[in-house]
């Protein structure tokens, strides 16, 4: 369902480096974005896997910055840091600072970034230890796999919520299907948006599902490939650059002592499953696909 508020095109003028860039349907998600107002509200842009809810983020993170915004973050999970830093160089004239390592390279990154205005671009196990306590507020603060802070007693969950008191601006990003499962869903609306999670607090088994997604619209925007079939063509590539955890690290090197190059090129899975950047990835892939009851070719 679309937005209750009225969106006016002469209100949100897209960044000239993606007016040619956007399809139709990221340019409405991008002016939904910037509907969502400063004060305390925040957003779930929960477009399916593949409809480009980066570049609608970073649309609006340009078009802030145009009207003289400085503080920007990005929280993500490892394995997409490089994905964010390349799509933003690719599809923005903003600069990015990836702030991830050891204890002295996040300290060296996070004073780069706090002295250059550029995004910062960090893991949700970097945020308790990086001083973001230390800024008064974020421009605009975009939680990528959103999904991974549905949990209240979870210590990420803790991290992010404190970044949220202190930003304009907020976007949750998650291509997993969110409308069934109540509970998880009220917490993060709660999160964003105070007003609209009263209105769903006693939402239960007593309401159908249009009465619950007519509550949740002005904060949650979900498009699927049959919403905007027409406006995309036969087929979609994805690149997708994933990083090599220490796990992968250590046995890339030992693999080129080793001049056993066959297993360099597959190193992701001569590892264990569970330390397999590619496993984990893949293993998201198809639970989303799943959730939108889809199926994958592996």
């Not at 920007?72 to 933003?88: G, H, M, Q, T, Y």
């Not at 919403?227 to 992968?248: M, Q, S, T």
Request: glycine residues 6%; proline residues 4%; aromatic residues 8%.
């Amino acid at each position: 369902r679309p937005p209750s508020r009225t969106i006016r095109d002469a209100e949100y003028e897209l960044p000239e480096s993606l007016e040619n860039v956007l399809r139709p349907y990221q340019a409405y998600g991008f002016k939904w974005l910037r509907t969502l107002d400063a004060a305390g509200f925040g957003g779930i842009l929960a477009d399916e896997m593949g409809l480009g809810k980066t570049i609608q983020a970073i649309a609006a993170m340009a078009h802030l910055k145009a009207k003289g915004g400085t503080v920007f973050v990005v929280v993500c999970p490892l394995s997409i840091l490089a994905n964010w830093d390349r799509e933003i160089q690719k599809h923005s004239s903003m600069q990015a600072v990836v702030i991830h390592g050891s204890a002295g390279e996040r300290e060296r990154q996070f004073l780069e970034w706090k002295d250059t205005g550029k995004i910062a671009i960090t893991t949700y196990d970097a945020l308790g230890k990086l001083p973001f306590h230390e800024l008064e507020q974020i421009d605009m603060l975009v939680v990528d796999e959103a999904h991974n802070v549905k949990n209240p007693n979870a210590q990420r969950t803790a991290y992010v919520r404190r970044l949220i008191w202190i930003s304009s601006h907020v976007v949750y990003m998650t291509g997993t299907p969110l409308e069934n499962k109540v509970e998880e869903m009220r917490f993060l609306i709660r999160s964003l948006n105070d007003e609209v999670g009263l209105s769903i607090a006693k939402v239960g088994m007593g309401f159908s599902s249009d009465i619950f997604k007519e509550k949740i619209a002005p904060v949650y925007l979900r498009r699927v490939r049959e919403d905007v079939l027409k406006e995309l063509p036969e087929l979609i590539e994805i690149e997708d650059w994933l990083l090599l955890n220490d796990v992968e690290e250590q046995q890339y090197e030992k693999t080129l002592i080793e001049r056993n190059y066959m297993n360099v090129r597959r190193l992701s899975w001569n590892v264990p499953l569970e330390s397999s950047t590619k496993a984990q990835k893949l293993a998201e892939i198809c639970e989303e696909a799943e959730g939108d009851n889809r199926k994958v070719l592996v």
